[in-house]
């Protein structure tokens, strides 16, 4: 019976805690006008993105390009108000990376000890994402400047004569895998700024050499303690939102587990949750997909066969924290939306097929390229006569992957009460003995 009361008293916290939380955001920057759109944290993010694609195109890990690329992150995080730890690290090549790691301390949860007390413990949720980028071995060496010969440039786009340069159909910059990743967390970190009282420790991570087997995930892992470790209770990975048809949520692999699948799973819904219950769509046409393909497939390579659902294709850093049972959820943009897992890509549209709708690794991952077929123009989604909404697919998936994330927060620890809702509970108790 304690335990019943307990969860409603949960419930009825987070789900006040999650109303109100829009409306003291919208008191704080709007007085006395209407209340923001969810979501509307404008060209910060995209405009990171294209800045990180033009200026660091070379990131490859280990790289001077990937290293200036980390000091810009840690430029944009103090630009922010935050400090943040450099954790170097040797990779399994020859070279050293960093990750940047932002700490923001949370007000904790009341957790039930095994002598029915409660004490109050700190819970983690880690938000991350890889920066660094680097063409697929098959594409290395491959001819990078068709449809247009490209000389030498500076960080301004110009020539050494300050002639502006004709961009190549084809440069490889990495503007969705992961340039979009990294601008999104930065929009997080941006966004959570204003969030206030929320239960979890939140820990952004930007992790270097991702594309070198996930060394930047791994070596943040190895550096924490076991009591660090113990407090994890989700890792949060955005990967390349850009050029695929659709964004998708997905849950770890070790979800397959029948015993332990809505434990690896709950955060995952949560997220859906956050996206359905604000009017993304409404807004500016977002929406959040899930792989529902339901084929049968060895997916985790245990010899029998899964059903694969809920589960992305791509393998990220994720896995690291996947592969010690800590939930993940996963946000890439992909289609899923076909009849073998052979067939599956991140496009099917007819122009942007000239690597059979792959783009990540390869030359199309370039923003001139990607911009040229997917940019729009901004319109009146609502019809009330003014232009509201961007026509920027990277603006809009980047904004309303970042609100997502940090929204699914404020639904709170599975193990404990937050100190509101643990006070309510002890309310409730005293007048239960009276």
């Not at 692999?253 to 997220?271: A, N, P, T, V």
């Not at 996963?330 to 496009?347: A, G, I, L, P």
């Amino acid at each position: 019976m304690k335990s019943v009361l307990i969860k409603k008293i949960i419930t009825s916290a987070t789900l006040l805690t999650v109303i109100a939380q829009p409306l003291l955001l919208s008191s704080c920057k709007e007085k006395n006008k209407t209340a923001v759109k969810p979501a509307d944290y404008g060209s910060y993010g995209s405009d990171i993105a294209r800045e990180i694609a033009l200026r660091f195109p070379d990131r490859e890990a280990y790289t001077d390009g990937e290293k200036r690329t980390g000091e810009y992150i840690e430029e944009k995080i103090k630009e922010l108000g935050y400090t943040p730890e450099v954790l170097s690290f040797q990779g399994s090549e020859t070279g050293i990376s960093n990750d940047y790691i932002v700490r923001v301390e949370g007000t904790g949860f009341y957790c039930e000890q095994k002598d029915g007390s409660f004490e109050l413990e700190h819970r983690v949720a880690i938000i991350g994402t890889h920066y660094d980028a680097s063409l697929l071995p098959e594409y290395t060496g491959a001819d990078d400047e068709e449809d247009g010969e490209e000389e030498d440039e500076d960080e301004d786009g110009d020539d050494d004569t300050g002639t502006e340069v004709t961009e190549a159909k084809y440069r490889f910059d990495g503007i969705s895998d992961n340039a979009s990743g990294t601008a999104c967390i930065l929009t997080a970190l941006k966004a959570f700024k204003d969030y206030k009282n929320v239960g979890y420790d939140v820990w952004f991570v930007f992790f270097g050499a991702g594309t070198d087997h996930f060394s930047g995930a791994e070596a943040f892992y190895q550096s924490l303690s076991y009591d660090e470790r113990g407090m994890i209770d989700v890792m949060y990975d955005v990967d390349s939102l850009y050029a695929g048809d659709k964004v998708y949520a997905s849950s770890g692999f070790k979800s397959l587990i029948s015993s332990r699948r809505y434990e690896m799973r709950r955060k995952l819904y949560q997220s859906y949750d956050v996206c359905f219950a604000n009017p993304l769509w409404t807004n500016y046409g977002f929406d959040l997909y899930y792989n529902e393909s339901g084929i049968k497939e060895d997916v985790d390579g245990d010899g029998y066969k899964d059903i694969f659902k809920e589960l992305p294709k791509t393998i990220s850093d994720y896995k690291v924290f996947d592969d010690r049972m800590i939930p993940v959820v996963y946000f890439e943009s992909y289609e899923y939306n076909f009849t073998s897992m052979d067939q599956m890509r991140e496009t099917k549209n007819l122009s942007l097929q000239d690597y059979g709708g792959i783009i990540r690794g390869t030359p199309a991952d370039c923003s001139y390229y990607l911009d040229s077929i997917l940019l729009e123009e901004d319109y009146d989604r609502n019809d009330d006569g003014e232009i509201d909404c961007s026509g920027d697919r990277l603006q809009i998936r980047i904004n309303c992957v970042a609100f997502i994330v940090i929204e699914s927060l404020l639904k709170g620890s599975d193990k404990g009460m937050t100190p509101a809702a643990y006070e309510a509970y002890k309310i409730e108790q005293a007048k239960a003995g009276e």
